[in-house]
């Protein structure tokens, strides 16, 4: 069993950074593709944000984050992380880490992935 745990959230202004860490104790994440997913309030559809392969770290992100989000890992402390830049009030969601072994690319469809972590909560308001 897979478990992944999520830290880094919190309550931010509009125009400032929050980096999302989602670790793992027991597998070796570089060998799953690993999803970040979010779902805003109000009974919104989980929706991707980023993700990341298990090869060779090509990457996908959702159109609203391209430029502002950087997802990454590293093998040292067995991590991936989300680098949010220039926030907005409409990233304010739960942020979910993901992954998945049988994965082999990029992918952004949040079925395909078998492990999750418990949410981080990410608000941005002025």
């Known amino acids: 069993q897979v478990q992944l745990v999520e830290s880094g959230g919190g309550l931010v202004q509009p125009g400032e950074s929050l980096r999302l860490s989602c670790a793992a104790s027991d597998v070796t994440l570089d060998r799953y593709a690993m999803g970040w997913f979010r779902q805003a309030p109000g009974g919104k559809e989980r929706e991707p944000v980023a993700?990341?392969?298990?090869?060779?770290?090509?990457?996908y992100y959702t159109d609203s984050v391209k430029g502002r989000f950087t997802i990454s890992r590293s093998k040292d402390k067995n991590s991936v992380y989300l680098q949010m830049n220039s926030l907005k009030p409409e990233d304010t969601a739960i942020y979910y880490c993901?992954?998945?072994?049988?994965?082999?690319?990029?992918?952004?469809?949040?079925?395909?992935?078998?492990?999750w972590g418990q949410g981080t909560q990410v608000a941005v308001s002025s």
């Open positions: 993700c990341i392969s298990p090869s060779d770290g090509t990457t």
């Open positions: 993901a992954a998945d072994s049988a994965v082999a690319d990029a992918s952004p469809l949040w079925y395909e992935y078998s492990y």
